[in-house]
Structures are given as C-alpha cells and as structure tokens.
T-cell receptor
Framework: DAGVTQSPTHLIKTRGQQVTLRCSPK?????VSWYQQALGQGPQFIFQ???????QRGNFPDRFSGHQFPNYSSELNVNALLLGDSALYLC??????????????FGQGTRLTVV | AQTVTQSQPEMSVQEAETVTLSCTYD???????LFWYKQPPSRQMILVIR??????QNATENRFSVNFQKAAKSFSLKISDSQLGDAAMYFC??????????FGAGTRLTVKP
C-alpha cells in the first residue's frame, strides 16, 4: 500500500512564475491538506480539500489555490511566485468521511526554490 | 486562535538516557487532539504519539509517553532509552475535531553516542 506521494520532489522556479504541485493520498483516504514549511519552522496550514471542495483555509493569499479530483488526488497552485514562497510543501491525507476519523499521513514534500 | 508553543529550539540527550520535550498550547475548546510528530532529515513527518483531550490517561507508545496537563494546557513528550535513530526535529501539533493541525516551531533533538 503506497502512502502519500508527492511530485515533484524538488523544483526551481523564477520569481513571477506559476507552479503546480501534486499529491496522491494514501489508499482509503478522502481528505487532503497542504502545508508550507519554511526553513527552520513548523508547517503552516494552507488549505484542506474534501469532496472536491476547499473546506478550510489558513492565512494564505489568493495566489495559493488548489483542486481535488474525483480520485481524491490534489494539486496546489501558486501564482506570481515570490522569493518568500521558497519552502517545503507538505501534503497530508486522512479519511474524514465514514464512522472514524483517521490519523493524517504525510508525504515527503516538494522542495520549492524561487530564484 | 489556537497557538502551539515549543520553548526548546534544541535539546540533547545521551544515548540510552531519557529526555523530555515541552509543548504548551492555547485554546478555548474542550474537545481536541494533540500530537507529537517526528521529522527526520528525510523530511517526512511521522506520527509519534496522539492524545485525545477527553482522555485523562496519558498516551504511551513503547519508549514514548506524554504528560498531558489539560488545565495547564501542557503536553510534553518523554523519550526513554534514547536511540541514535531518535535524532530528528520534533513538532507538537493541535487539532480540533475535523479541523486541520496547527504546529509548533519544533525542537531539534540530538542524540549523543
């Protein structure tokens, strides 16, 4: 059983460009959350997707947007990249629907560098 | 707003000894979950232990245990018989019901042979 998978693992973009990061949740999970982890800091919650809709959002600008597909996989899009967007982006999945709320499992992250 | 504070940026422990990592949090809720996650250099966050706020009994997972003080809003992690593989960043996290997690800034644990 594959866990949470993220692609790509590393990415270098130029300021002002747009980027798309991808996440496939663990089998059986229906909820995907995205986090931004700057160097030396704890992860910061960006948003959560469930049933193909954004259900919760952290304190991030509209440049950060996302999508969830019918197979529960998800994308994180960041427009007009800033140098400050350089970070490790983590995806976490869990099962929200059903009788039991499960633990979150994390992917290994995408390291985004904006130059 | 819920906040999570880890006051120890770095901690060090001798192999086979015991270390305690501190965490405090701020919430007005009565029903919530608390977690300790480990992040090794591989970057993947690994769940170490979880505590439901309604449970008075402290959670234990093998060499890892917590001291949950609900009134004091304190949630410390004790690692017994420390091993070299325990070296990592440790993050304390809070979650209320279906909401997503809020993390502390982390504590870097070094294990000396």
């Amino acid at each position: 059983d594959a866990g949470v998978t993220q692609s790509p693992t590393h990415l270098i973009k130029t300021r002002g460009q747009q980027v798309t990061l991808r996440c496939s949740p663990k089998s059986g999970h229906d909820t995907v959350s995205w986090y931004q982890q700057a160097l030396g800091q704890g992860p910061q919650f960006i948003f959560q997707y469930y049933e193909e809709e954004e259900r919760q959002r952290g304190n991030f600008p509209d440049r950060f947007s996302g999508h969830q597909f019918p197979n529960y996989s998800s994308e994180l899009n960041v427009n007009a990249l800033l140098l400050g967007d350089s970070a490790l982006y983590l995806c976490a999945s869990r099962r929200l629907g059903g009788l039991r709320d499960t633990e979150a499992f994390f992917g290994q992250g995408t390291r985004l560098t904006v130059v | 707003a819920q906040t999570v504070t880890q006051s120890q940026p770095e901690m060090s422990v001798q192999e086979a000894e015991t270390v305690t990592l501190s965490c405090t949090y701020d919430t007005s809720e009565s029903d919530y979950y608390l977690f300790w996650y480990k992040q090794p250099p591989s970057r993947q966050m690994i769940l170490v232990i979880r505590q439901e706020a309604y449970k008075q009994q402290n959670a234990t997972e093998n060499r890892f245990s917590v001291n949950f003080q609900k009134a004091a809003k304190s949630f410390s992690l004790k690692i017994s018989d420390s091993q070299l593989g325990d070296a990592a960043m440790y993050f304390c996290a809070y979650r209320r019901s279906v909401n997503d997690m809020r993390f502390g800034a982390g504590t870097r644990l070094t294990v000396k042979p």
